[in-house]
């Protein structure tokens, strides 16, 4: 089958931009596993925390924001953020503080917050209403179903083991299919430099890092639904509610290799401990634990656009953990470079974004 574009990866990045381009062009997106959004995008931390990442990520994020909010109904749902520090780390949550544009908050209040914390432990804190919860499922979910209206086609268990440019247009082959077209983007988060690989292209150094998660039941059986998101400064570890039950993350942030990550026991002891120490109800055995898979740049921004070394090859990878964030904003920029359209972005975000930084 012939398409305008073939989209690799079925992650947020792949289906946002799969949708974005669906309304001008025909589309494939090809996703290796048997359902979208399986390593990454399926297992965040689920937040919209606009101040969040560096300068460009904070840009995406802005703005992403009115997308998260309003399309379809919206995807976020209010949820405080609080970070919280022992003695020891007072200095830094003073930095963080001014750094992310949060708010002081006095022990007793944060206390008030979230009542588990140990009025011992707890020296200082720091708050904003300016963060969010994500519903990454109902995300996903909605650029899926604009791709599919606008006609596009998603095949799944379809991991692309080939790539040839002939003529102007790039022949992609998997296990029991293949299609053509003359543009072709990597959205293949953690497997994004293989895949370039496939194309002839020197890698990029992105390297996919594992992130491990705990779901515990609700500390002490109480109501933790308006519980807000807590780091301790530093993200020595992080926690929020989840459907009635409490999730805690060691924040690890482990290079590995592309594959099914799965949390590491000895890195989520030691997370879960570090927690232990900022709480007064003591830690259960956790219900269930998994880990995610976040592909970090050398520069710890985003790769979108044009690779300029191969024609009809695009990027948008390397999300580092922003790609919900930053899904709006990412995806109709590409649109808008594919499509030959004046992006909404400033020059210079995107060209801190562009592939011709890391080669």
């Known amino acids: 089958m012939s398409y305008d574009i073939i989209v690799i990866g079925g992650g947020i990045a792949g289906v946002s931009v799969a949708a974005e381009l669906s309304g001008e062009a025909s589309v494939l997106l090809l996703e290796a596993e048997r359902s979208l959004a399986y390593h990454a995008s399926g297992r965040s931390a ?15 994020n802005e703005a992403s924001a009115d997308h998260h909010m309003n399309a379809d109904g919206g995807v976020l749902r209010p949820r405080p953020f609080l970070s ?6 007072t200095d830094h949550l003073d930095r963080a503080t ?43 979910q909605n650029y899926r179903r604009r791709l599919l209206a606008n006609g596009g086609q998603i095949e799944t268990a379809a991991r692309v083991d080939g790539m040839t440019r002939t003529d102007g247009t790039w022949h992609v082959s998997w296990q029991g299919g293949d299609a053509r077209a003359p543009e072709v983007v990597n959205a293949a988060g953690a497997w994004a430099d293989p895949v370039a690989a496939m194309a002839g292209l020197a890698p990029l150094g992105l390297q996919p890092h594992r992130r491990s998660m705990a779901q515990l039941a609700a500390p002490g059986e109480r109501d933790v639904t308006d519980w807000p998101f807590v780091e ?4 020595s570890w992080y926690a929020r509610p989840d459907a009635g039950r409490w999730i805690v993350s060691p924040a690890d942030e482990d290079p590995v290799d592309p594959g ?4 590491d026991d000895m890195v989520l002891a030691e997370g879960l ?11 259960t055995k956790p219900l269930t634990t998994w880990a995610g898979l976040r592909t970090i740049a050398p520069d710890r921004t985003l790769v979108v656009g044009p690779d300029p070394r191969m024609a009809g090859v695009w990027w948008s990878a390397g999300q580092a953990g922003y790609g919900f964030q930053t ?24 060209t801190a974004l562009g592939v011709e930084r890391l080669i």
């Open 84 to 89: 919280v520090a022992p003695e020891a780390k």
């Open 98 to 140: 001014a750094e992310l544009g949060l708010t002081p908050m006095a022990p007793e209040d944060a206390l008030k917050l979230l009542p588990i914390l140990d009025a011992d432990w707890l020296v200082a804190a720091a708050t904003t209403n300016q963060a969010w919860e994500l519903d990454t499922d109902l995300l996903i």
């Open 327 to 350: 899904a709006p904003a990412v995806s109709r920029l590409l649109a808008a470079q594919m499509q030959g359209r004046t992006p909404d972005l400033d020059s210079e975000t995107v």
């Open 273 to 283: 401990a570090r927690y232990q120490d900022a709480v007064t109800v003591e830690v």
């Open 46 to 60: 689920a937040m919209f925390l606009p101040f969040y990442g560096n300068r460009v990520v904070r840009n995406l």
């Open 232 to 235: 301790e400064v530093d993200e």
């Open 260 to 263: 099914d990550a799965w949390a």
